[in-house]
Protein backbone atom coordinates (compact mmCIF):
# COMPACT_ATOMS: atom_id res chain seq x y z
CA UNK A 1 0.00 0.00 0.00
CA UNK A 2 1.51 3.49 -1.33
CA UNK A 3 -1.19 5.62 1.04
CA UNK A 4 -4.08 5.83 3.08
CA UNK A 5 -6.39 6.76 -0.16
CA UNK A 6 -5.49 2.72 -1.32
CA UNK A 7 -6.74 1.09 1.22
CA UNK A 8 -9.91 -0.63 1.99
CA UNK A 9 -11.37 -1.09 5.19
CA UNK A 10 -13.77 -4.60 5.63
CA UNK A 11 -16.48 -3.39 8.47
CA UNK A 12 -17.59 -6.64 8.59
CA UNK A 13 -16.95 -9.94 6.93
CA UNK A 14 -17.34 -9.43 3.16
CA UNK A 15 -18.19 -5.44 3.24
CA UNK A 16 -15.95 -3.64 2.34
CA UNK A 17 -15.16 0.42 1.63
CA UNK A 18 -12.40 2.67 0.05
CA UNK A 19 -10.41 4.62 2.80
CA UNK A 20 -11.93 7.57 1.59
CA UNK A 21 -15.27 6.32 1.83
CA UNK A 22 -14.76 4.82 5.06
CA UNK A 23 -13.66 8.62 6.55
CA UNK A 24 -16.21 10.35 5.04
CA UNK A 25 -19.65 8.19 6.62
CA UNK A 26 -17.07 8.53 9.90
CA UNK A 27 -18.12 11.93 9.85
CA UNK A 28 -21.76 10.78 10.42
CA UNK A 29 -21.32 7.63 12.24
CA UNK A 30 -19.41 5.75 14.89
CA UNK A 31 -17.20 2.67 14.20
CA UNK A 32 -19.64 0.99 16.06
CA UNK A 33 -22.74 2.55 14.08
CA UNK A 34 -20.95 1.66 10.76
CA UNK A 35 -20.73 -1.79 12.02
CA UNK A 36 -23.92 -2.53 12.80
CA UNK A 37 -25.22 -1.33 9.83
CA UNK A 38 -23.44 -3.45 7.93
CA UNK A 39 -23.86 -6.62 10.20
CA UNK A 40 -27.90 -5.84 9.84
CA UNK A 41 -27.20 -5.32 5.89
CA UNK A 42 -25.33 -8.89 6.02
CA UNK A 43 -28.91 -10.59 7.00
CA UNK A 44 -32.68 -9.93 6.16
CA UNK A 45 -34.92 -8.04 7.68
CA UNK A 46 -37.26 -9.84 10.27
CA UNK A 47 -40.33 -9.48 8.99
CA UNK A 48 -41.09 -9.96 4.89
CA UNK A 49 -43.03 -7.16 3.38
CA UNK A 50 -45.78 -7.40 1.07
CA UNK A 51 -48.46 -4.29 -0.11
CA UNK A 52 -52.02 -5.12 -0.43
CA UNK A 53 -53.90 -4.60 -3.91
CA UNK A 54 -56.58 -2.53 -2.15
CA UNK A 55 -57.98 -1.83 -5.65
CA UNK A 56 -59.42 -5.87 -5.69
CA UNK A 57 -59.59 -6.65 -1.91
CA UNK A 58 -58.90 -5.29 1.52
CA UNK A 59 -56.24 -5.69 3.99
CA UNK A 60 -58.29 -7.72 6.46
CA UNK A 61 -59.94 -9.67 3.31
CA UNK A 62 -56.37 -10.84 2.51
CA UNK A 63 -54.92 -11.34 5.90
CA UNK A 64 -58.02 -14.02 6.26
CA UNK A 65 -57.46 -15.59 3.38
CA UNK A 66 -53.87 -15.70 3.55
CA UNK A 67 -54.73 -17.20 6.94
CA UNK A 68 -57.07 -19.84 6.17
CA UNK A 69 -54.42 -21.12 4.18
CA UNK A 70 -52.43 -21.49 7.85
CA UNK A 71 -49.91 -18.99 6.48
CA UNK A 72 -48.20 -17.19 9.02
CA UNK A 73 -49.08 -13.26 8.53
CA UNK A 74 -49.81 -9.95 10.12
CA UNK A 75 -50.90 -6.58 9.83
CA UNK A 76 -48.78 -3.46 10.04
CA UNK A 77 -50.09 -1.33 12.70
CA UNK A 78 -49.01 2.07 10.97
CA UNK A 79 -49.39 1.34 7.11
CA UNK A 80 -53.24 -0.92 6.83
CA UNK A 81 -52.42 -2.09 3.47
CA UNK A 82 -49.08 -3.34 4.32
CA UNK A 83 -48.80 -7.12 5.83
CA UNK A 84 -45.72 -8.81 6.95
CA UNK A 85 -45.02 -12.21 7.21
CA UNK A 86 -42.14 -13.28 10.16
CA UNK A 87 -38.27 -14.10 8.36
CA UNK A 88 -37.16 -17.24 10.35
CA UNK A 89 -33.26 -17.79 11.11
CA UNK A 90 -30.36 -18.67 10.43
CA UNK A 91 -30.63 -22.41 10.56
CA UNK A 92 -27.91 -24.64 10.80
CA UNK A 93 -27.55 -25.77 6.44
CA UNK A 94 -26.39 -29.88 5.70
CA UNK A 95 -23.61 -30.46 4.19
CA UNK A 96 -23.35 -32.45 0.68
CA UNK A 97 -20.60 -33.66 -0.95
CA UNK A 98 -21.32 -32.08 -4.06
CA UNK A 99 -21.80 -28.07 -4.16
CA UNK A 100 -23.51 -25.72 -6.93
CA UNK A 101 -21.83 -22.59 -7.44
CA UNK A 102 -24.18 -19.41 -7.68
CA UNK A 103 -23.73 -15.98 -8.51
CA UNK A 104 -24.23 -12.90 -6.15
CA UNK A 105 -27.80 -12.16 -7.03
CA UNK A 106 -28.79 -15.43 -6.96
CA UNK A 107 -26.85 -16.36 -3.69
CA UNK A 108 -28.85 -13.34 -1.89
CA UNK A 109 -32.18 -14.98 -2.83
CA UNK A 110 -30.84 -18.57 -1.87
CA UNK A 111 -29.82 -17.03 1.11
CA UNK A 112 -33.46 -16.37 1.76
CA UNK A 113 -34.90 -19.43 0.89
CA UNK A 114 -35.68 -19.15 -3.14
CA UNK A 115 -34.71 -21.88 -5.31
CA UNK A 116 -31.21 -21.26 -7.65
CA UNK A 117 -32.12 -21.04 -11.13
CA UNK A 118 -30.26 -22.10 -13.87
CA UNK A 119 -29.83 -18.41 -15.37
CA UNK A 120 -28.47 -18.04 -11.35
CA UNK A 121 -25.79 -20.80 -12.11
CA UNK A 122 -22.28 -19.90 -11.75
CA UNK A 123 -20.62 -23.56 -12.16
CA UNK A 124 -22.26 -27.06 -11.72
CA UNK A 125 -20.13 -30.04 -12.02
CA UNK A 126 -20.89 -32.68 -15.01
CA UNK A 127 -20.75 -34.87 -12.16
CA UNK A 128 -23.81 -33.37 -10.39
CA UNK A 129 -27.24 -35.75 -11.44
CA UNK A 130 -30.83 -34.86 -11.28
CA UNK A 131 -31.83 -36.20 -7.45
CA UNK A 132 -28.65 -35.27 -6.02
CA UNK A 133 -28.10 -33.37 -2.74
CA UNK A 134 -26.21 -30.02 -3.32
CA UNK A 135 -24.75 -27.26 -1.23
CA UNK A 136 -25.52 -23.99 -2.90
CA UNK A 137 -22.61 -21.85 -2.69
CA UNK A 138 -21.98 -18.06 -3.01
CA UNK A 139 -18.95 -16.65 -4.96
CA UNK A 140 -17.58 -15.98 -1.80
CA UNK A 141 -17.48 -19.16 -0.52
CA UNK A 142 -20.10 -19.03 1.82
CA UNK A 143 -22.61 -22.14 2.10
CA UNK A 144 -26.18 -20.28 1.43
CA UNK A 145 -28.33 -23.51 1.10
CA UNK A 146 -28.88 -27.65 0.84
CA UNK A 147 -31.08 -28.71 -1.58
CA UNK A 148 -31.51 -31.10 -4.38
CA UNK A 149 -30.46 -30.49 -8.26
CA UNK A 150 -33.32 -30.80 -10.74
CA UNK A 151 -31.38 -30.81 -13.55
CA UNK A 152 -27.90 -32.70 -14.51
CA UNK A 153 -24.47 -30.62 -14.43
CA UNK A 154 -23.87 -31.31 -17.92
CA UNK A 155 -27.04 -30.19 -18.75
CA UNK A 156 -26.95 -26.47 -16.89
CA UNK A 157 -24.80 -25.15 -19.61
CA UNK A 158 -27.83 -25.79 -22.34
CA UNK A 159 -31.32 -24.52 -21.00
CA UNK A 160 -31.81 -21.31 -20.65
CA UNK A 161 -34.46 -21.10 -17.49
CA UNK A 162 -36.16 -23.33 -15.14
CA UNK A 163 -35.11 -24.67 -11.04
CA UNK A 164 -31.35 -25.73 -11.06
CA UNK A 165 -31.64 -26.84 -7.35
CA UNK A 166 -34.72 -27.13 -5.39
CA UNK A 167 -34.10 -25.02 -1.78
CA UNK A 168 -34.69 -27.24 0.91
CA UNK A 169 -32.78 -25.55 4.02
CA UNK A 170 -31.64 -22.22 3.82
CA UNK A 171 -29.43 -19.80 5.99
CA UNK A 172 -33.06 -17.78 6.29
CA UNK A 173 -36.13 -18.62 5.38
CA UNK A 174 -38.80 -16.45 3.63
CA UNK A 175 -42.09 -16.94 2.73
CA UNK A 176 -42.37 -18.10 -1.59
CA UNK A 177 -44.68 -15.03 -1.46
CA UNK A 178 -44.76 -15.92 -5.56
CA UNK A 179 -45.98 -19.30 -4.91
CA UNK A 180 -49.33 -18.07 -3.54
CA UNK A 181 -52.12 -18.66 -5.60
CA UNK A 182 -53.22 -15.00 -4.40
CA UNK A 183 -49.87 -13.46 -6.26
CA UNK A 184 -51.24 -15.01 -9.31
CA UNK A 185 -54.46 -12.96 -8.87
CA UNK A 186 -53.15 -9.86 -8.56
CA UNK A 187 -53.73 -9.26 -5.08
CA UNK A 188 -50.81 -8.67 -3.71
CA UNK A 189 -47.20 -6.69 -4.26
CA UNK A 190 -44.25 -7.56 -2.55
CA UNK A 191 -42.45 -4.53 -1.07
CA UNK A 192 -40.45 -3.21 1.36
CA UNK A 193 -42.23 -1.34 4.07
CA UNK A 194 -39.71 2.11 3.40
CA UNK A 195 -40.82 1.46 -0.17
CA UNK A 196 -44.40 1.61 0.83
CA UNK A 197 -44.24 4.93 2.68
CA UNK A 198 -42.59 6.75 -0.19
CA UNK A 199 -46.19 6.97 -2.15
CA UNK A 200 -48.35 7.76 1.27
CA UNK A 201 -46.00 10.98 1.43
CA UNK A 202 -46.38 11.43 -2.31
CA UNK A 203 -50.16 11.28 -1.67
CA UNK A 204 -51.38 10.51 -5.12
CA UNK A 205 -54.93 12.06 -5.59
CA UNK A 206 -57.72 11.68 -8.61
CA UNK A 207 -57.00 13.97 -11.44
CA UNK A 208 -53.08 14.62 -10.40
CA UNK A 209 -50.45 14.30 -13.37
CA UNK A 210 -48.32 12.23 -12.19
CA UNK A 211 -44.75 11.16 -13.32
CA UNK A 212 -42.64 8.21 -11.78
CA UNK A 213 -39.43 8.99 -13.37
CA UNK A 214 -37.48 5.72 -12.24
CA UNK A 215 -40.45 3.18 -12.62
CA UNK A 216 -38.95 -0.09 -12.75
CA UNK A 217 -40.10 -2.82 -11.76
CA UNK A 218 -43.06 -1.12 -11.09
CA UNK A 219 -43.74 -0.95 -7.42
CA UNK A 220 -44.31 2.84 -6.44
CA UNK A 221 -45.84 2.70 -10.10
CA UNK A 222 -48.62 0.76 -9.28
CA UNK A 223 -49.28 1.90 -5.86
CA UNK A 224 -49.83 5.28 -7.18
CA UNK A 225 -52.23 3.81 -9.18
CA UNK A 226 -53.36 1.81 -6.23
CA UNK A 227 -53.91 5.12 -3.82
CA UNK A 228 -55.62 7.39 -6.94
CA UNK A 229 -58.17 4.58 -7.16
CA UNK A 230 -56.78 4.35 -10.64
CA UNK A 231 -57.93 8.33 -11.15
CA UNK A 232 -54.69 9.92 -11.87
CA UNK A 233 -53.09 10.69 -15.09
CA UNK A 234 -49.78 8.47 -14.12
CA UNK A 235 -46.50 8.48 -16.47
CA UNK A 236 -44.30 5.54 -15.57
CA UNK A 237 -40.70 5.68 -17.72
CA UNK A 238 -37.10 4.02 -17.68
CA UNK A 239 -34.21 3.84 -19.61
CA UNK A 240 -34.71 0.44 -21.35
CA UNK A 241 -36.98 -1.89 -22.76
CA UNK A 242 -36.56 -4.86 -20.59
CA UNK A 243 -37.45 -2.49 -17.25
CA UNK A 244 -40.45 -1.21 -19.37
CA UNK A 245 -41.66 -5.12 -20.18
CA UNK A 246 -41.04 -5.80 -16.42
CA UNK A 247 -43.43 -2.76 -15.17
CA UNK A 248 -45.95 -3.81 -17.90
CA UNK A 249 -45.95 -7.48 -17.03
CA UNK A 250 -45.98 -6.15 -12.68
CA UNK A 251 -48.85 -3.80 -13.31
CA UNK A 252 -50.97 -6.66 -15.65
CA UNK A 253 -50.90 -8.88 -13.23
CA UNK A 254 -52.25 -6.30 -10.65
CA UNK A 255 -55.22 -5.77 -12.80
CA UNK A 256 -54.38 -2.46 -13.31
CA UNK A 257 -53.88 -2.21 -17.35
CA UNK A 258 -55.22 1.14 -19.03
CA UNK A 259 -54.98 3.03 -15.54
CA UNK A 260 -51.58 4.53 -16.49
CA UNK A 261 -49.10 5.52 -19.69
CA UNK A 262 -45.58 3.64 -19.83
CA UNK A 263 -42.67 4.56 -22.45
CA UNK A 264 -39.16 4.11 -22.66
CA UNK A 265 -37.03 7.09 -22.00
CA UNK A 266 -33.99 8.48 -20.41
CA UNK A 267 -35.29 10.92 -17.49
CA UNK A 268 -32.54 13.08 -17.28
CA UNK A 269 -33.78 14.58 -21.02
CA UNK A 270 -37.74 14.18 -20.09
CA UNK A 271 -38.12 17.69 -20.70
CA UNK A 272 -36.48 17.50 -24.62
CA UNK A 273 -38.30 14.48 -25.20
CA UNK A 274 -41.57 15.18 -23.52
CA UNK A 275 -41.86 18.57 -24.08
CA UNK A 276 -45.95 18.78 -23.17
CA UNK A 277 -44.99 17.85 -19.79
CA UNK A 278 -43.05 20.85 -19.02
CA UNK A 279 -44.80 22.75 -16.18
CA UNK A 280 -47.74 20.58 -15.85
CA UNK A 281 -47.28 17.98 -14.13
CA UNK A 282 -48.63 18.20 -10.30
CA UNK A 283 -46.45 15.11 -8.52
CA UNK A 284 -43.04 13.73 -9.07
CA UNK A 285 -41.07 11.11 -7.84
CA UNK A 286 -37.64 9.68 -8.66
CA UNK A 287 -36.19 6.66 -6.82
CA UNK A 288 -33.06 7.16 -8.65
CA UNK A 289 -30.48 4.50 -9.39
CA UNK A 290 -28.01 4.89 -6.27
CA UNK A 291 -25.22 3.01 -5.13
CA UNK A 292 -27.90 0.44 -3.15
CA UNK A 293 -26.00 0.60 0.18
CA UNK A 294 -29.14 -0.10 1.98
CA UNK A 295 -30.50 -2.99 0.66
CA UNK A 296 -30.74 -6.16 2.33
CA UNK A 297 -29.06 -8.89 2.35
CA UNK A 298 -26.27 -8.50 0.82
CA UNK A 299 -23.80 -10.97 1.32
CA UNK A 300 -20.95 -9.07 0.47
CA UNK A 301 -20.12 -5.52 -1.31
CA UNK A 302 -17.30 -3.37 -1.93
CA UNK A 303 -17.91 0.30 -2.46
CA UNK A 304 -15.80 3.19 -2.91
CA UNK A 305 -16.17 7.59 -2.84
CA UNK A 306 -15.79 7.59 -6.44
CA UNK A 307 -18.82 5.46 -7.04
CA UNK A 308 -20.88 7.48 -4.48
CA UNK A 309 -20.05 10.89 -6.05
CA UNK A 310 -20.79 9.58 -9.60
CA UNK A 311 -24.25 8.50 -8.42
CA UNK A 312 -24.72 11.78 -6.72
CA UNK A 313 -23.83 13.85 -9.62
CA UNK A 314 -26.00 11.18 -11.75
CA UNK A 315 -28.97 11.84 -9.58
CA UNK A 316 -29.07 15.42 -9.75
CA UNK A 317 -29.78 15.41 -13.24
CA UNK A 318 -33.08 14.27 -12.95
CA UNK A 319 -34.16 16.44 -10.13
CA UNK A 320 -32.86 19.30 -12.19
CA UNK A 321 -35.79 18.02 -15.00
CA UNK A 322 -38.19 17.45 -12.02
CA UNK A 323 -37.68 21.01 -11.29
CA UNK A 324 -38.61 22.00 -14.88
CA UNK A 325 -41.53 19.85 -15.25
CA UNK A 326 -43.30 20.35 -12.29
CA UNK A 327 -46.24 23.09 -12.16
CA UNK A 328 -45.94 25.75 -9.70
CA UNK A 329 -47.40 24.38 -5.97
CA UNK A 330 -46.46 21.35 -7.71
CA UNK A 331 -44.79 18.32 -5.28
CA UNK A 332 -41.29 16.15 -6.16
CA UNK A 333 -40.38 13.29 -3.32
CA UNK A 334 -36.86 11.97 -4.12
CA UNK A 335 -35.94 8.76 -2.27
CA UNK A 336 -33.14 6.20 -2.38
CA UNK A 337 -31.73 2.78 -0.91
CA UNK A 338 -28.88 3.91 0.14
CA UNK A 339 -26.68 5.56 2.98
CA UNK A 340 -25.02 8.24 2.28
CA UNK A 341 -25.79 11.96 2.20
CA UNK A 342 -24.46 12.98 -0.60
CA UNK A 343 -27.26 10.90 -1.98
CA UNK A 344 -29.43 12.14 0.10
CA UNK A 345 -29.13 15.06 2.36
CA UNK A 346 -26.65 17.06 -0.13
CA UNK A 347 -28.97 16.36 -3.03
CA UNK A 348 -31.88 17.64 -1.07
CA UNK A 349 -29.58 20.80 -0.84
CA UNK A 350 -28.86 20.89 -4.68
CA UNK A 351 -32.68 20.73 -5.02
CA UNK A 352 -33.44 23.45 -2.85
CA UNK A 353 -30.74 25.78 -4.69
CA UNK A 354 -33.07 24.98 -7.68
CA UNK A 355 -35.98 26.92 -5.99
CA UNK A 356 -37.66 23.72 -4.08
CA UNK A 357 -38.60 24.50 -1.07
CA UNK A 358 -38.43 21.29 2.10
CA UNK A 359 -41.99 19.86 3.43
CA UNK A 360 -41.27 18.21 7.11
CA UNK A 361 -42.69 14.90 6.65
CA UNK A 362 -42.92 12.23 9.87
CA UNK A 363 -43.39 8.81 9.38
CA UNK A 364 -43.60 6.55 12.75
CA UNK A 365 -40.77 5.19 13.92
CA UNK A 366 -37.90 6.51 11.68
CA UNK A 367 -35.44 8.65 12.29
CA UNK A 368 -34.02 12.28 11.20
CA UNK A 369 -32.01 13.95 8.41
CA UNK A 370 -27.93 13.03 9.10
CA UNK A 371 -27.49 16.24 8.72
CA UNK A 372 -28.50 19.68 10.65
CA UNK A 373 -30.20 21.66 8.55
CA UNK A 374 -32.77 18.55 7.41
CA UNK A 375 -32.53 16.82 10.92
CA UNK A 376 -36.45 17.17 11.66
CA UNK A 377 -37.83 17.40 7.70
CA UNK A 378 -36.72 14.15 5.94
CA UNK A 379 -36.71 10.68 7.28
CA UNK A 380 -34.16 7.80 6.92
CA UNK A 381 -34.79 3.86 7.86
CA UNK A 382 -31.85 2.31 9.09
CA UNK A 383 -31.28 -1.45 9.11
CA UNK A 384 -29.59 -1.62 12.42
CA UNK A 385 -32.18 0.52 14.45
CA UNK A 386 -35.56 0.19 12.67
CA UNK A 387 -35.31 -3.60 10.78
CA UNK A 388 -35.55 -2.28 7.88
CA UNK A 389 -33.79 -2.12 4.57
CA UNK A 390 -31.60 1.22 4.42
CA UNK A 391 -34.21 4.40 3.50
CA UNK A 392 -34.18 8.15 2.34
CA UNK A 393 -37.17 9.98 2.02
CA UNK A 394 -37.96 13.59 1.33
CA UNK A 395 -40.38 15.89 0.09
CA UNK A 396 -40.31 19.05 -1.78
CA UNK A 397 -42.66 21.99 -3.49
CA UNK A 398 -42.01 23.92 -6.54
CA UNK A 399 -42.84 27.77 -5.08
CA UNK A 400 -46.30 29.06 -6.29
CA UNK A 401 -44.04 32.50 -7.06
CA UNK A 402 -40.30 32.29 -7.71
CA UNK A 403 -38.00 33.94 -5.32
CA UNK A 404 -36.41 37.20 -7.02
Not at 51 to 79: F, G
Not at 201 to 211: A, E, Q, T
Not at 248 to 262: A, K, T, W
Not at 263 to 280: A, G, Q, Y
Request: charged residues 30%; proline residues 6%.
Amino acid sequence: MRGSEEREVEIVKGHRLDYQLYKYLLQYFSDSELQGIFESIRKPPSKYYIRVNTLKISPEELLKLLREHSVDVYQDKDLPEALWFPVKGPNKVPSARKYVLADKKASESVYVGANLYVPGVVKMNKDVKKGDEVNIVAPNGEIVAFGIAEVNGDEARSIRRGIAVKTLVSVYNMPKVRDLREYELGLFYDQSLPAQWVTHVLDPRPGDVIVDMNAAPGGKTSHIVQLSGGKAVVYAFDRSENKIREIIENLSRLGMDGLYRVEVRDTRFLDIDEPDLINSVDKILIDPPCTDMGVRPRLFDMKTMETVKSAAKYQEQFIKVAWKLLKPGGVLVYSTCTIPPLENEDNIAYAENLGFEVIDISIPNTSGGLVDRYRNSVTRFYPHVHDTPGYFIAKLRKPTQMRQ
